[in-house]
């Protein structure tokens, strides 16, 4: 049975395409599958550097005077 998930058409240089397949065998799995798995990694690699630019401008107007204690907070 086909599958119904949306697919891609990416063209590889050998070398690269040498490291894919050799990833794949050694966990086992299909191209597919490592290629998928490898972006999914990336996409969350690319996440967390945008997640860590808005923590450290948060971070940089944090005034620790407007605070609020934890006593504040749960009293």
Do not use: C, T
Not at 32 to 41: F, G, Q, T
Not at 55 to 73: G, I, T
Request: glycine share 2%.
């Amino acid at each position: 049975m086909p599958s119904q998930n949306p697919r891609i058409n990416v063209v590889l240089n050998n070398l690269l395409y040498q490291d894919v397949r050799l990833l794949a065998e050694k966990d086992n799995v299909s191209l597919s599958a490592k290629v998928r798995d490898l972006i999914k990694e990336a996409l969350e690699i690319q996440e967390d550097i945008a997640l860590s630019g808005f923590a450290k401008k948060r971070e940089e107007s944090w005034d620790n005077s407007k605070a609020l204690s934890h006593d504040d907070v749960w009293s």
